[in-house]
């Protein structure tokens, strides 16, 4: 714990100073009968201990008002700063429970962002700041079910990954937690990745009602020392255009677990971004168990 504090704080995660957070993460879901394909605001993370899941806000529910204010009216942009601002700052959120046919009011005060660490159920650890979003998911993948590998993958998603005009757009960190010892080689990794993202342009394709042309999703990665590898990866983004994420990756054998771990970190921001002490920070935090 004390290692992952020196580090992230190093990294400048937990600067004091900084704007606080009412504990949770919303996306729009997409609605093809919109001009710009977004519909209502769904929380699709809350962080524990913090003032939304002590209001009792669920992943799920809908976001119907902010402040008083139709949320639609807002906009993903402006629905994304209200969630954060001074520390101590209020805001009131109205929100719809779908599964239970309700709507409730949740009245939040700021606080400042905690350090979260990965899911209590997988015996490795990694730390990321608690306003980067985190998933998981089992393999096979749904977007790339041929990678032949079982066990999970860990993301963590910067604030602004979704906003083109964010600095952080895109930047994003996983974990493969891969039974067994696979055999990997700069090959082998760029290949599994070309899957990996020509699954995930598929996906997106599907989704965002748009057709990738698989054929310009490449991958060029090359070993950059001892289980360290370093390259680029073009796909395609949500909206249906081509772009480039620069990439790391590092593999270590957890032998007590019986488990290889690889740690991706990638951003589409060159080296000298502030969001890459972000990403590095979270890579070196990342231990076999806890």
């Not at 992230?8 to 919303?26: C, I, K």
């Not at 119907?64 to 639609?72: E, F, L």
């Not at 939040?108 to 990694?126: G, H, I, K, M």
């Not at 957890?254 to 771990?261: I, L, S, Y």
Request: hydrophobic share 40%.
């Amino acid at each position: 714990m004390k290692i992952a504090m020196a580090l992230l704080a190093a990294a400048g995660l937990l600067a004091a100073g900084q704007n606080g957070t009412v504990g949770l993460s919303a996306l729009p879901v997409y609605n093809d009968s919109q001009p710009d394909k977004q519909g209502p605001a769904v929380v699709v993370d809350v962080i524990e201990n913090t003032p939304a899941a002590q209001a009792g806000i669920c992943n799920g529910d809908l976001i119907v008002a902010i402040d008083g204010k139709d949320a639609d009216a807002k906009g993903l942009a402006m629905l994304q700063a209200s969630l954060t601002g001074p520390l101590g700052g209020h805001l009131e959120l109205t929100l719809l429970r779908l599964s239970e046919g309700r709507q409730f009011d949740a009245d939040l005060t700021r606080v400042p962002y905690p350090l979260r660490r990965n899911s209590a159920r997988e015996p490795f650890q990694f730390y990321s700041a608690a306003d980067w979003r985190a998933e998981s998911d089992a393999f096979p993948l749904p977007w790339s079910p041929q990678l032949p590998y079982h066990g999970w993958e860990d993301l963590v998603f910067a604030p602004g990954f979704e906003d083109k005009a964010s600095p952080n757009y895109h930047s994003y960190a996983f974990v493969w937690w891969l039974e067994g010892k696979p055999d990997f080689s700069a090959e082998r990794l760029q290949s599994d990745l070309l899957t990996y993202y020509r699954g995930i342009s598929e996906e997106r394709g599907r989704t965002r009602k748009f057709t990738p042309d698989l054929n310009r999703v490449s991958v060029a990665w090359a070993s950059a020392g001892a289980a360290s590898f370093r390259g680029d990866a073009t796909f395609y983004n949500p909206a249906g255009e081509l772009f480039t994420l620069h990439g790391e990756a590092s593999l270590q054998f957890c032998a007590n677990a019986g488990h290889t771990a690889a740690v991706f970190i990638l951003s589409p921001a060159d080296s000298a971004a502030a969001v890459w002490k972000d990403l590095h920070a979270i890579r070196e935090s990342f231990r076999c168990s806890r």
